[in-house]
């Protein structure tokens, strides 16, 4: 593809495997260019939850092989980064803001959504369990309003968490503006 023209589909086919975002995510971070072994360290670095130092050397030729093979090729090929593979080098073409909404936000500094829902999820079925046991003073007929506090509380993170991963969006009646 070589006008630059995207359709979803093939945003969605592109950018649905994690080692091609986090590629365009590297080559943002390093303002559109890297050399294929700086990337590979990266990118097995985050796939193993480690520092780019302490990347095995099979960590490292487990992902070289796949960028290498099948995963530049690939974002060359639908026009997203030159990659010459006899030098190694690889370019984002200026495009970028065509697929920004498909490769999320910084992989480093990612909430833990899963987590914060698990305390909260933890924290209302022990309410729930002490009112029913009529535990302190609490009592069994306080149920219904405990679990409307839960699922208010259950609401307001998932609207944190959407609003996280959206940071262009506003809240109404936002002070911020004024």
Known sequence: MTDGEF???????VFSNARRRRTVQ???QRNGSCDLSSLVEQVAAWENETDPET???TQRRRVYISLYQTHLPMLEDHGIVNWNSEDHAIELLPNEETFEPYIGRRLEEQRQWDLVYALVTAAGVAA???TW??????TASMAPIVA??????ILFVAMAHHLSRRPELSMPFSTSGR
């Open 55 to 57: 990347v095995t050397r």
């Open 26 to 28: 590297f080559l943002k």
């Open 133 to 138: 046991l009529s535990v302190g003073p609490v």
């Open 128 to 130: 729930l369990v002490l």
């Open 148 to 153: 409307l506090a839960l699922c208010l509380v």
């Open 7 to 13: 359709t979803q589909a093939e945003l969605f086919d």
